[in-house]
T-cell receptor
Framework: AQSVAQPEDQVNVAEGNPLTVKCTYS??????LFWYVQYPNRGLQFLLK??????LVKGSYGFEAEFNKSQTSFHLKKPSALVSDSALYFC????????????FGSGTRLSIRP | DAGVIQSPRHEVTEMGQEVTLRCKPI?????LFWYRQTMMRGLELLIY????????DSGMPEDRFSAKMPNASFSTLKIQPSEPRDSAVYFC????????????????FGSGTRLTVV
């Protein structure tokens, strides 16, 4: 069965510092991985995805994520945090097949202090 | 495309009343999902449809909840009777079928309906 874990409920970072939001996954076969962001009073918005190819994928708002197959991880990163990055971030996974749906993690609240 | 459209944005109702939430998916999408989000339980999948047919409703909490998709452009989630513990934000999402576009497979979410049952 597919699963995804976000071990941190909250991550606090000072503006200008690098940030990392952690995600690990479990899936049979090759994974299809996503990050979504949710701003207050909004729905989840697609941020980036990994299908295949380069392990470092770049997404919206300067975010990137690194796929690590041996560690089954897909951590979200940004070199320099902005206060406007404060939001709820969800990691998600599905098996690379036609039969399964996307499974979302529990979410990590990112708080960037000025 | 205007994206996934949900209505109403906010709903306040009294306990025992019937509540109907509405969703218009993105035109051409094959799947439609209903989620509920609360602080305590996070994001929960309630039910999803493929080509208007319910595929998995195992996340529907009780018989008080029902969902329909009469056509490809409209779905409803109904709670009857409503209870205070149903207070949450309800999201609708839609997607293409994986087999139709694997490179673009992902969900597009609506802005949600914030339901308050008093």
């Amino acid at each position: 069965a597919q699963s995804v874990a976000q071990p941190e409920d909250q991550v606090n970072v000072a503006e200008g510092n690098p940030l990392t939001v952690k995600c690990t996954y479990s899936v049979s076969g090759n994974p299809y991985l996503f990050w979504y962001v949710q701003y207050p009073n909004r729905g989840l918005q697609f941020l980036l995805k990994y299908i295949t190819g380069d392990n470092l994928v770049k997404g919206s708002y300067g975010f990137e994520a690194e796929f690590n197959k041996s560690q089954t991880s897909f951590h979200l990163k940004k070199p320099s945090a902005l206060v406007s990055d404060s939001a709820l971030y969800f990691c998600a996974v599905r098996a690379y097949s036609s039969a399964s749906k996307i499974i979302f993690g529990s979410g990590t609240r990112l708080s960037i202090r000025p | 495309d205007a994206g996934v459209i949900q209505s109403p944005r906010h709903e306040v109702t009294e306990m025992g009343q019937e509540v109907t939430l509405r969703c218009k998916p993105i035109s051409g999408h094959d799947y439609l999902f209903w989620y509920r989000q609360t602080m305590m339980r996070g994001l929960e999948l309630l039910i999803y449809f493929n080509n208007n047919v319910p595929i998995d409703d195992s996340g529907m909490p009780e018989d008080r909840f029902s969902a329909k998709m009469p056509n490809a452009s409209f779905s409803t989630l109904k709670i009857q009777p409503s209870e205070p513990r149903d207070s949450a934000v309800y999201f609708c999402a839609s997607s293409l079928a994986f087999v139709r576009d694997p490179s673009n497979y992902g969900y597009t979410f609506g802005s949600g309906t914030r339901l308050t049952v008093v």
